[in-house]
C-alpha cells in the first residue's frame, strides 16, 4: 500500500484491508514451514510494524501499543495459537494422525479424576 493508493486514510479501512489481504500471505501454511531463525521471524514481524505505523497516526506509540490499540496480536502469538490447535486436533482424531508419533503419555500415578492425570514428552 502506498500514499497514493488510497485518498482516506481511516484505520478501520486499512485494518480491514490489512487482516484480508496482507496478514494471509505472512501466515500462509506457517505450521508447515515455521520460521525458527530470529532474522526471519524479524522479517515477517516487520510487516506488520510497518503497517500498524500506517494505521494508527499517533506518534510515539509503542509497537505493542498500537497492537493493543488495533485489537489483533503479534504474528509470533498466531504461530503458538495454530500450533496449539494442531495440537488439540491430533489428540482429539480431528487428523489423520497419530498422537504417538509425536507424543508419549506418561501416567503420573495420581487419580483419573484429576484433570492433569497426563504427562506429554516429545519423541
Not at 485494518?15 to 505472512?26: A, D, E, F, Q, T
Amino acid at each position: 500500500m502506498s500514499n497514493r493508493t488510497f485518498l482516506n486514510w481511516h484505520t478501520e479501512i486499512l485494518l480491514k484491508l490489512y487482516l484480508s489481504l496482507v496478514r494471509p500471505k505472512l501466515e500462509y501454511c506457517i505450521q508447515a514451514r515455521r520460521p525458527y531463525l530470529k532474522k526471519d521471524i524479524d522479517l515477517l514481524e516487520k510487516v506488520q510494524k510497518r503497517a500498524t505505523r500506517m494505521m494508527i497516526t499517533e506518534k510515539g506509540l509503542t509497537y505493542k501499543e498500537r497492537l493493543r490499540k488495533l485489537g489483533i496480536t503479534t504474528l509470533e502469538t498466531r504461530r503458538l495459537r495454530g500450533d496449539l490447535i494442531e495440537v488439540y486436533k491430533i489428540f482429539k482424531d480431528f487428523d489423520d494422525i497419530r498422537h504417538t508419533d509425536f507424543f508419549t503419555r506418561s501416567f503420573t500415578g495420581k487419580g483419573v479424576t484429576n484433570l492433569n492425570f497426563l504427562n506429554l514428552r516429545s519423541v
